[in-house]
């Protein structure tokens, strides 16, 4: 309480003064789209037409039109799934964790890293189904009382996976959508025609009393408190299918912590990626300063030491351990045949954040930019070092193998960052991509009497 | 038709809302509501909130969820017993997994059956009280009161200084 209101929003938001002006500039977002949108739009229809042509074609003529073959039976899907389940977590993390810990620089970029994370773990989720080729057979994955009393295998990793990542879209979307409600109140108040009606039925009647935000903002806090331990058991499993398996380069304990720093990581990059343009786009200079940029950067600096010291370790670890297998399979990353993944991987994770250290950089809106996606590329790379070189070089010589991903996998790939596009997309013209309300809630609140805060409410 | 009526007053700032909030329920008006665009302590403090009961849902709904998850893990187990890996057919250790995410999954669900149930949304009834300002930047304050306490409360309101007041009969 000591804290006056009157100098809140001062610090983050130097120049938003009014309450109104934050539903003006953000509910402008929802106008009609120009030009650029719609060729954006209709670059990732296109996108989404190779995706699901690929996918098509793949459940037409069999997963044999993959490169995955013995011994690389998994290979840029699952590098992908894991890809996007990682870009996931840094939403939940500026969404939930940031919150809890009262940080103020995320209410502007909350609501757009939370949409990512819903569209991220949406993508993800095709994944396994793509992997498993017989994509009709999929719903084996759920346990449901058949006529053979089978039930999954509980124990195993895989199913572990298939309840966290459900469980993770189903809450962060749940998140999500709550969130929006008040916003989509607003937009709902000065929208007309069909609009008005969609944002109506969206905002379920929402009115702002005290009822409503008393347990809203008591909600807010469980789900946020959920959703944190939820975020890091969700990369720690999907971690685990690796990790549980004897398969040298998999078989490691240091596999969590080293799997979420990396989702963080990557994540933080994407929503610096999406943002810049937002922020070009729409005009938002005053609701995205540089601090909030230097803040992100900051946390992609330090999840890239941390990714970085965990590669050191595994490297160290391997040779430390005097493991005949385990020292080959390291040596394989560096030197073998995947050797340009693996210097992809180091230089794009390790050595290219390293300017990060440096303020100009970080008060460079297009040297972040640059950096993310260098960051963005390396961690997709981190993903398939990890799944591809382990699996074509493991015990015996004889079993060794090289897996070339084809056509239809590329494509798959491809599309899948397209199709994440198509619904970002539709997220910025439908949905306020600010979060008004928590917007407001940082800002002065306007007061009659210069009153300090103590007094307003004593 | 109108069971009660009352007046809603908009406010322009944070200060008059709260000294409107606090005399009204100084001179003993039970049924005062307030609108704002974004959570404010000052007006839930002024009202005398206390904890929420979405609390209890959340508990509730994370602790079934924790039971739901090993119950489930354990009872199918024993349906078809299969020794996977050496493992006990009950092996607590590997049902952590499901059940924590059965623990999340269960709380977050039940939090938000818990919000709607007390905030009252979905809420399908126009709104009679009411104004499109307050999710932009205005606050309100609604009291109900009937003949002499209907001009005593209007009194308390003006006040403050309201941009704009308005008698409402709500129809419930």
């Known amino acids: 309480m000591a804290v006056g209101t009157t100098e809140r929003g001062a610090l983050t938001h130097p120049d938003v003064h ?56 998994w290979g840029v899907y699952i590098t992908t799934f894991v890809f996007w389940v990682g870009i996931a977590h840094s939403g939940t993390l500026i969404s939930a964790i940031l919150f809890l810990f009262r940080a103020p620089w995320r209410q502007s970029i909350y609501r757009a890293a939370e949409a990512m994370t819903v569209f991220a773990v949406m993508t993800a989720g095709l994944f396994p189904l793509i992997h498993v080729g017989r994509v009709w057979h999929a719903y084996w994955l759920i346990p449901y009382p058949n006529s053979r009393f089978l039930w999954p295998n509980f124990k195993s990793p895989l199913v572990w996976d298939v309840f966290a990542v459900t469980t993770y879209f189903t809450v962060s979307a749940v998140f999500f959508y709550l969130g929006t409600i008040p916003d989509v109140a607003a937009a709902r108040d000065r929208a007309t025609g069909l609009r008005r ?44 299918d690796f990790a549980m398996s004897i398969v040298p380069g998999w078989h490691a304990t240091i596999f969590a912590p080293y799997f979420v720093a990396g989702a963080i990581f990557s994540g933080v990059a994407m929503v610096i990626t999406l943002t810049v343009p937002l922020r070009k786009v729409f005009g938002l200079e005053a609701y995205l300063t540089i601090k909030h940029f230097d803040a992100m950067a900051k946390l992609c600096l330090f999840t890239s030491l941390i990714v970085f010291y965990a590669y050191l370790s595994e490297f160290f670890l391997a040779w430390y351990s005097g493991e005949e297998i385990e020292r080959s399979a390291f040596w394989n990353r560096l030197f073998g045949t995947y050797w340009w993944a693996t210097w992809t991987m180091l230089v794009c994770n390790g050595f290219v954040p390293v300017m990060l250290w440096f303020k100009r950089v970080r008060h460079s809106i297009p040297a972040l930019f640059v950096i993310s996606i260098f960051v963005n590329i390396g961690m997709w790379f981190e993903r398939y070092v990890i799944v591809v070189t382990s699996l074509h070089h493991e015990y015996e010589p004889f079993a060794w193998g090289i897996y070339r991903p084809s056509i239809v996998e590329m494509s798959i790939m491809v599309g899948s960052f397209f199709w994440f596009g198509f619904w970002f997309l539709l997220f910025t013209r439908l949905l306020p991509p600010i979060a008004i309300q928590e917007l407001k809630e940082v800002l002065p609140p306007p007061m009659r009497k210069k009153k300090s805060d103590a007094e307003a409410h004593a | 038709m109108s069971t009660m009526t009352g007046i809603l007053a908009s406010y322009e700032y944070l200060d008059s809302t709260v000294d409107a909030i606090e005399n009204l329920r100084k001179a003993g008006f039970k049924n005062v509501k307030a609108y704002a665009p974004y959570p404010e302590h000052h007006i839930e403090h002024a009202l005398g909130y206390d904890q929420s009961p979405v609390r209890v849902f959340t508990l509730v709904g994370a602790l079934t969820g924790t039971a739901a998850g090993f119950g489930f893990t354990s009872w199918t187990s024993v349906d078809w017993p299969l020794v996977v890996g050496g493992k006990p057919i009950i092996s607590i250790p590997a049902f952590v997994p499901i059940a924590f995410e059965m623990t999340v999954l269960f709380g977050a669900l039940a939090t938000v059956i818990g919000l709607f149930i007390l905030s009252k949304i979905p809420n399908v009834k126009p709104a009679v009280v009411y104004d499109p300002e307050f999710t932009a930047g205005r606050y309100g304050v609604y009291v109900e009161a009937e003949g ?25």
């Not at chain 1, 807010?220 to 959703?227: E, G, K, R, S, V």
């Not at chain 2, 002499?148 to 419930?172: C, F, H, Q, S």
Request: glycine share 12%; proline share 3%.
């Open chain 1, 18 to 73: 009014r309450l109104d002006d934050v539903n003006r500039d953000v509910l402008k977002m929802l106008s009609t789209p120009g030009k650029g949108w719609w060729a954006l739009f209709g670059m990732c229809l296109a996108g989404v037409g190779l995706f699901l042509g690929a996918w098509f074609y793949q459940i037409y003529r069999g997963i044999g039109v993959s490169g995955l073959m013995s011994p690389v039976g």
């Open chain 1, 197 to 240: 009606k969609l944002y109506s039925i969206i905002s379920l009647g929402w009115q702002g009393t005290d009822q409503q935000w008393h347990h809203f903002g008591k909600a807010y806090i469980f789900l946020a408190a959920l959703a944190t331990p939820l975020v890091l058991s969700v990369h720690s499993v999907v971690s685990w």
């Open chain 2, 148 to 172: 002499a306490r209907l001009e005593e409360a209007r009194k308390i309101m003006n006040a403050e200084e309201p941009v704009e007041m308005r008698e409402g009969a709500v129809d419930a």
